[in-house]
């Protein structure tokens, strides 16, 4: 009862991560657009407003990188710390290079080419729909 509630909890905490995640994604995208016309403006009218609105948006769009980071290193810990409890996404098995696949991918280096949303819940929604692992009441 108890290692279920742990995986329910689990569970939810990496829906949460995983909306957050996808907030600062289309955040991100949003504010390189920013840069972008901030970069324009500056190279058309070179002046110290232009210059504060480009390293503005920059430092912004860094920072939002940052918290990406960050959500995708907190979603691989959450996503180990299911496989503690012997559960393993979209019917992965306890082999090492599925293990080790399934990390790196959420741990990679992030360029914007391959930054998108992530959609880890598809993979939970097997997960919730198994009787003889949950009890209904903790999902």
Do not use: W
């Not at 994604?25 to 002046?47: C, G, M, R």
């Not at 390293?55 to 959500?71: A, P």
Request: charged share 25%; with cysteine.
């Amino acid at each position: 009862m108890i290692m279920a509630q742990n995986i329910a909890e689990l569970l939810q905490q990496i829906r949460q991560v995983e909306n957050e995640h996808n907030q600062y994604v289309d955040e991100y995208f949003q504010i390189k657009e920013h840069v972008k016309q901030a970069l324009t403006e500056l190279n058309n009218s070179p002046t110290s407003n232009n210059l504060n609105t480009y390293n503005t948006y920059l430092i912004l769009s860094e920072s939002i990188m940052k918290n990406i980071r960050s959500k995708r290193l907190l979603l691989t810990n959450l996503i180990c710390d299911l496989h503690k409890h012997g559960v393993y996404l979209n019917d992965e098995d306890e082999d090492e290079d599925d293990y080790d696949e399934t990390h790196s991918s959420l741990d990679e280096g992030i360029e914007d080419e391959s930054l998108g949303v992530l959609d880890v819940s598809s993979k939970l929604a097997s997960l919730n729909n198994s009787d003889n692992m949950f009890d209904e009441n903790l999902v």
